[in-house]
Every structure is written in structure tokens, then in C-alpha cells.
């Protein structure tokens, strides 16, 4: 059974930074692609950074230059760095877990089939 589990969130001050923990299990790592992702309230969740198991990453532009995505795949955990938050990065932060195509991953959320139940982050002004 492939299981995801979330940590780390919180409530932060805009400037402040948080650090994201995701533990996968269950899953063929040298096969998959992992990310986080964020649902802003009454929004659609959207992606925020990829990352594949050779270490290649992808962000998404509101984040680049503040978040850093990172593995340690002898734990098999996924971390999120978030550093210089904004009151609009408040959201529901997901990790999940998907293989992609033709070894290639990708940013949107339908690629991924495995999640986790969310952490809140919260950044106020």
C-alpha cells in the first residue's frame, strides 16, 4: 500500500520560512515522480515544485527563488523549503506521489495519483 504522510506546517510571519517533511512508503521510488502542491482556499490546487529521481526539479514561477524542493531517498522523504513566505502562499500543502510518462515528470496535478493529507500553512502580514 503506497502511503504519503505530511508534516511540518504551521503558522509564520511573511519573511519567516518553514520547512515541509513528506514521508512516502509503499512506493518504487527509482520509478516515481514526487512534488507538492497547494490549494489556497476556495482556489484549485495547483503545483508548486516537482522532482524526479534523478534530482532534476521544476518549480512553479510564483515560487522560484523562495521554495526548494529536496530527497533523501534512503528515507524516502520529500522536503519542502520555503523560505521568504508571502500572506498569499497561505494554502493546504499536499505531497504526492506519480510516475509521470516516458520517464519524464510533470508539474500538473493529474499526473499524480498518490497523496498525502495535507498540512496547513498559514503566513500572516
Known amino acids: 500500500e503506497v502511503q504519503v504522510v505530511e508534516s511540518g506546517g504551521g503558522l509564520v510571519q511573511a519573511g519567516g520560512s518553514l520547512r515541509l517533511s513528506c514521508a512516502a512508503s509503499?512506493?518504487?521510488?527509482?520509478?516515481?515522480?514526487m512534488g507538492w502542491f497547494r490549494q489556497p482556499p476556495e482556489k484549485e490546487r495547483e503545483g508548486v515544485a516537482i522532482?524526479?529521481?534523478?534530482?532534476?526539479?521544476e518549480y512553479a514561477d510564483s515560487v522560484k527563488g523562495r521554495f526548494t524542493i529536496s530527497q533523501d531517498s534512503a528515507k524516502n522523504t520529500l522536503y519542502l523549503q520555503m523560505n521568504s513566505l508571502k500572506p498569499e502562499d497561505t494554502a493546504s500543502y499536499y505531497c504526492?506521489?506519480?510516475?509521470?510518462?516516458?520517464?519524464?515528470?510533470?508539474?500538473?496535478?493529474?499526473?499524480?495519483?498518490?497523496w498525502g493529507q495535507g498540512t496547513q500553512v498559514t503566513v500572516s502580514s
Open positions: 509503499g512506493i518504487l521510488r527509482s520509478r516515481d515522480c
Open positions: 504526492a506521489a506519480g510516475q509521470g510518462s516516458g520517464g519524464a515528470c510533470y508539474i500538473g496535478r493529474n499526473w499524480y495519483n498518490f
Open positions: 522532482i524526479d529521481r534523478f534530482g532534476q526539479t
